[in-house]
């Protein structure tokens, strides 16, 4: 060390592993939008959905990560447009 340096130890805590995957994931038709919903993860505070014309295609993010502010409900909703009926969708969870 130099004079006049000091060092620092940093120690984090508590989980860092990526958390599990979205289960139960439905898409149904409520009223003139379409409501995609799943069940929440524990531990995530986000979620990323992708989406893609072809079930086998590439799939890109919407812009915007989901975020559930209803903990209690046990499930997170999406309301997207009608016109996303032919799309096919994948959830995941992030922190």
């Known amino acids: 060390m130099m004079a006049g340096s000091s060092s620092r130890t940093v120690t984090l805590s508590g989980s860092m592993a ?3 995957v979205p289960q139960n994931p439905a898409l149904e038709v409520n009223g003139d ?3 995609l919903t799943w069940d929440q993860v524990v531990g995530a505070t986000y979620y990323i959905v992708k989406k893609a014309l072809d079930p086998y295609a590439v799939y890109t993010d919407l812009p915007d990560r989901i975020y559930d502010f209803d903990l209690s409900d046990g499930s997170v909703r999406l309301f997207l447009p009608a016109e996303e009926a032919d799309a096919f969708f ?3 969870a992030g922190n």
């Open 18 to 20: 990526a958390p599990g």
């Open 33 to 35: 939008m379409l409501l």
């Open 90 to 92: 994948k959830v995941v």
